[in-house]
Structures are given as structure tokens and as C-alpha cells.
């Protein structure tokens, strides 16, 4: 089953349901996936799809440190359950472990040796760990690397 196929069926679960909140940031997502695809004029695989997913993780997590700043519980709640629901989707994420010794293994394999070649070793990193770690965390461990 592909991922917008689960997407449609867990929508219509989450109606079945009455679960609002799963339901809103599914109906939100495929919106997003159907606006990409008329755009730019062509059908999302899999892959596709999960870069949709995670660019709408990354706003919210955006979003959700903005209203912990603000003090505001009740959508640091609301945002966080959506991201729970949108986190349900996305390949299991790595631990910091694993993608330091990526980080390692790239910058082993492609010359790296200081902080010059940052930009490098990102564009090198991001791939092999699409959809399976945050790019925020993985921009810190470069930097905690190469200090």
C-alpha cells in the first residue's frame, strides 16, 4: 500500500473515528500533497510524499517553539499531537549515535577534515539520512564534530 493509499484509509478511520484532530492533519496533508502535485504537474511517490510530511513537521516544530516562548499550553499541545500524528508516517528516526557515525563515514569517504567544508559534508549527509533524521540535529553533530 502506498503512502498516500495509507494516508486516504487512515482518514477515513479517523472520520469513522470522530478523532478531530488526526483527522484535520490528514485532510491538511493530503491538501498539501495534492497542491505540490497540481503545481508542479506530476504524481508524488512515496518519497514525495514522505518530503511533504516531513516539510509540514518541520512548521509545526517551527511554530511549537514560538508558542512555548508565547506560554501558550494549549497549542503547544495541539501542535504537538499533530506532529505525533504526521511522526506516525515518517521511517523510524535515527539516534544521535547513528547519525554521528554517518556523519563520520561521509566525511571519512569524501575528504572532509575541517569546518571549511561544512556546506559539503551537509549536502553529502542529507541524503542518506532522508526522512530519518531532522536536519537541525544533524547540522548540530557536524558542528560538534568540527568545532
Not at 575541517?114 to 551537509?122: A, I, S, W
Not at 542529507?126 to 530519518?132: D, F, L, Q, S, T
Amino acid at each position: 500500500m502506498s503512502l498516500k493509499d495509507r494516508l486516504n484509509s487512515d482518514f477515513k478511520d479517523a472520520l469513522k473515528n470522530r478523532e478531530s484532530i488526526r483527522k484535520n492533519v490528514i485532510n491538511m496533508v493530503r491538501a498539501a500533497i495534492k497542491q505540490y502535485e497540481v503545481d508542479n504537474r506530476k504524481e508524488l511517490d512515496d518519497n514525495g510524499v514522505l518530503d511533504v510530511i516531513a516539510k509540514q513537521i518541520k512548521m509545526r516544530k517551527d511554530a511549537l517553539s514560538d508558542f512555548e516562548k508565547g506560554n501558550r499550553a494549549d497549542l503547544v499541545e495541539q501542535y504537538q499531537s499533530e506532529i505525533d500524528v504526521l511522526m506516525g508516517y515518517m521511517p523510524e528516526q535515527l539516534t544521535e549515535d547513528e547519525i554521528r557515525k554517518i556523519v563520520m563515514d561521509v566525511a571519512q569517504r569524501i575528504g572532509v577534515q575541517d569546518k571549511k567544508d561544512f556546506g559539503k559534508l551537509m549536502g553529502a549527509v542529507m541524503p542518506e539520512v532522508k526522512g530519518r533524521a531532522d536536519g537541525n540535529i544533524v547540522r548540530n553533530i557536524v558542528d560538534s564534530i568540527f568545532k
